[in-house]
């Protein structure tokens, strides 16, 4: 099965505490991203990466950081400095740039709650 | 003002009415709109995917782009209880955007049996 997966599905961490979510491909897509998504606000854009090895800042990246490492990973470390850190995070990939094709898929999310 | 402006709703409509969800944007290049559906607590589903103006139809879905008027809307037919979602505009402008998407606030539609 073709898809994208993220672990895991809750997390609760204390204020002050770095934490990495996952997020894995196994589309053979190029370009992956990093949102969150808050109450009446839509999806914001976090990261997001074309290639191995390159990656650039969204509207929101303050207080968050990103690798890409391999082709179907993209984690996201949610820092200390990242003020309202609870929310749903959510996961996306798309196609070669070159195809034309500029649809996203998304994984299931992850709910971070920081108390 | 906000790039896309999508009507939050919340809708509710009786089982087998045909429902309107729409989107406006100010950005002229934005050539590429999709819809997505979002349950409470998953991701995002990828319902529709169209370019430049026309209509596309898939099933119970069509969705229609109205570049000139930069309004695009996703109907749906015969609305079932299991079509109770978050209903999400998406748009981009292709080229060197580097598939960057840009998002509605979504539309939360309830359909009662």
């Known amino acids: 099965d073709g898809g994208i997966t993220q672990s895991p599905k809750y997390l609760f961490r204390k204020e002050g505490q770095n934490v990495t979510l996952s997020c894995e491909q196994n589309?053979?897509?190029?370009?992956m991203y990093w949102y969150r998504q808050d109450p009446g606000q839509g999806l914001r854009l976090i990261y997001y990466s074309q290639i191995v090895n390159d990656f650039q800042k969204g509207d929101i990246a303050e207080g968050y950081s990103v690798s890409r490492e391999k082709k179907e990973s993209f984690p996201l470390t949610v820092t200390s400095a990242q003020k309202n850190p609870t929310a749903f995070y959510l996961c996306?990939?798309?196609?070669?740039?070159?195809?034309?094709?500029?649809?996203?898929?998304f994984g299931p999310g992850t709910r971070l709650t920081v108390t | 003002q906000k790039e896309v402006e999508q009507d939050p709703g919340p809708l509710s409509v009786p089982e087998g009415a045909i429902v309107s969800l729409n989107c406006t944007y100010s950005?002229?290049?934005?050539?590429?709109f999709m819809w997505y559906r979002q349950y409470s607590r998953k991701g995002p589903e990828l319902l529709m995917y169209t370019y430049s103006s026309g209509n596309k139809e898939d099933g119970r879905f069509t969705a229609q782009v109205d570049k000139s008027s930069k309004y695009i809307s996703l109907f749906i037919r015969d609305s079932q209880p299991s079509d109770s979602a978050t209903y999400l505009c998406a748009m981009s402008p292709g080229g060197t955007s580097y598939g960057k998407l840009t998002f509605g606030q979504g539309t939360i539609l309830t359909v009662h049996p």
């Open positions: 950005n002229s290049a934005f050539q590429y």
């Open positions: 589309l053979n897509h190029d370009a």
């Open positions: 996306a990939s798309s196609p070669n740039l070159g195809t034309g094709s500029y649809e996203q898929y």
